[in-house]
């Protein structure tokens, strides 16, 4: 994956936390190819879950998103009157790696993964998400995901069972790169303007 740039940012901003059911909150109907979810106890391991939840954001199927969450992240959302949303992009691949069980019984368990997109450059994107699943009577169901927003800080847990709080995490994030990024053009226009004053001399 040579010349691939590693961010969790396309991951958090994949993700829409939005409010549920308000014709106001969209431009226009939405147009999703459906992604068939599988009955529910042939999903018998976590990576199956993993599968489908990255099929429908690569589908923008927010029905199949709403499917795949546990039952809670489900309650939780629809109380809260807070959605989770794909932003839909058919270019994005994945990459399924390690499983770690956080319990003996095996009821909870952590999939690792390459979430690979592409910037507005053309440029691919590699951010590595850790999702967070639990066995319900029903199958697997993804509880949340976690992925590193910046260099050298331990990876930020959005908590699909607690909606207000990963959406005040998302705004957060949103902050921090908006930020970094004015940052960023002010340094860049100090030095031209330093390289300029230089050339006048």
């Not at 860049?188 to 050339?199: P, T, Y």
Request: charged share 25%; aromatic share 6%.
């Amino acid at each position: 994956m040579n010349g691939m740039k590693h961010t969790g940012w396309i991951a958090v901003a994949a993700l829409a936390i939005a409010g549920c059911g308000n014709p106001s909150d969209s431009a226009g109907p939405r147009v999703a190819e459906s992604v068939e979810v599988a009955e529910p106890r042939s999903l018998e391991q976590p990576p199956e879950a993993v599968a489908l939840f990255y099929e429908a954001l690569r589908k923008g199927d927010d029905e199949a998103i709403s499917q795949l969450l546990t039952d809670k992240a489900r309650t939780e959302t629809a109380n809260s009157g807070l959605g989770i949303q794909s932003q839909g992009s058919e270019r994005l691949e994945y990459e399924l790696g390690r499983i770690e069980y956080v319990d003996e019984a095996q009821q909870g368990a952590h999939v690792q993964s390459l979430w690979i997109d592409y910037d507005e450059y053309g440029d691919q994107i590699a951010t590595e998400v850790i999702w967070v699943l639990r066995k319900q009577a029903n199958g697997w169901r993804v509880a949340g995901m976690a992925t590193q927003v910046a260099e050298g800080e331990l990876p930020l847990l959005f908590n699909f069972e607690d909606p207000e709080d990963m959406l005040r995490k998302k705004e957060y994030v949103e902050r921090q790169y908006a930020e970094a990024g004015a940052e960023a053009l002010q340094a860049s226009q100090a030095g031209a303007a330093s390289d300029g004053g230089s050339a006048v001399r």
